[in-house]
């Protein structure tokens, strides 16, 4: 086989990085290691930038996301018992923020991408990665008991964190930056209707938790935990006891329903140096990695991938090398800033250091400051809703 661009991994970085190519008219074949109702189930990220709406728009897989997607216009922070709203598009100038699940956006761009009649390969393994340090890469893997081998011009490694195209490249030619943290998330989608318009970040003595939504019967609802916590542990009803203390204020209830999925997810911070080896380029968590308090792993994969498509169209179009060299140092730049808010963000809002009371004082006069300063809501509005 031969191709433009090989894809590798059909999460959201190379799904939309295929559909991206293909309104350019540029070929690619994906190949993806799971199944295709493997991907389209797994349940993660669920709030979308702006600039990640309009880009999916103009790809031309926005109808459904247009019509089921939930508009936000603020987010709510809660602590010391209060709650303060941060309001997202008058602090932004007009931005606001779209709630639309990962799984659903992965599904629209499956769709378009067998509607295009372009390869997309499920359920491959024996994934190798050849010649990347040649102007002739290629991709081997196994396909229904078949081994194949595509050559192509280039190849994105979009296989997330766990993926191969990272270890692909040789170690002295990496820089790697990482920071674990001493808690995790245990997340659950419950079949109820949002007790919040907006989504609620709490700060509590117990441990933070979050209310989201994924539509207007299901939310989505998050609780600190350790990172090694056991899910067995956690029956719905200690789940639902832990989520009522630490979300209700006076006045206000939580509505409980039926628990559909539940899982504990570590909290990471991730990034490798530079985003490119040769003709192997990277994107999304395959490059890097947020603690989801910010809400920027996903859209960091789509602007990623929104950089390389531009790029490749300038280089396999016009011949020209410009966009592609930049591409590493212009997607950090903005690695970066995602990576300094979402740690920002955790440890604001976690609780740290079993509750030092010097910890707690400091976070309490920073989210004061946050919730009563024009220019410091400001700050946090402007990296939520994402800059351009
Ligand atoms: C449990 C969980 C919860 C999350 N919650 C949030 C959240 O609330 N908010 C937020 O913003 N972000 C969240 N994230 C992060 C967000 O989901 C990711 O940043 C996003 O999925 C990145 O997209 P991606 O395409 O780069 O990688 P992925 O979605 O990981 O996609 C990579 C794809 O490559 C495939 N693959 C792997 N290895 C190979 C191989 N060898 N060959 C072929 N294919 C391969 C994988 O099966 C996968 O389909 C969460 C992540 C996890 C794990």
Redesign the pocket.
Known sequence: MRTQVAI???????LTLAQLLHVEGIDSVV????SREY?EARI????LEQGVVDLLTTAGVGERMTREGLVHEGIELQFAGERHRIDLKRLTGGKTITVYG?TEIVKDLIQARLTSGRPLFFE?DD?RLDGIGTTRPRVLFRHEDAAHELDCDVIAG???????SRPSIPANALRTFTREYPFGWLGILAQVAPSNEELIYSNHERGFALLTMRSPQISRLYLQCRPDEDIAEWPDERIWEELHARLEVPGWTLAEGPVLEK?I?PMRSFVAEPMRHGRLFL????AHIVP?TG???????VRDVQLLAEALTAWLRKGSETLLDAYSTSCLRRVWRAEHFSWWMTTMLHKLEDGDPFAVRLQESQLRYVVSSESAATSLAENYVGFD
Not at 8 to 14: I, Q, W
Not at 283 to 286: C, F, L
């Open positions: 590798v991994g059909a999460g959201p970085a190379g190949i993806e290691n799971r991907v993660r990220a669920g709030v990962q491959v994934v979009c296989d997330g964190f766990h993926g191969i899982g997810t994107a999304g968590d395959a989801p809400a920027k792993g996903l859209n960091l994969a």
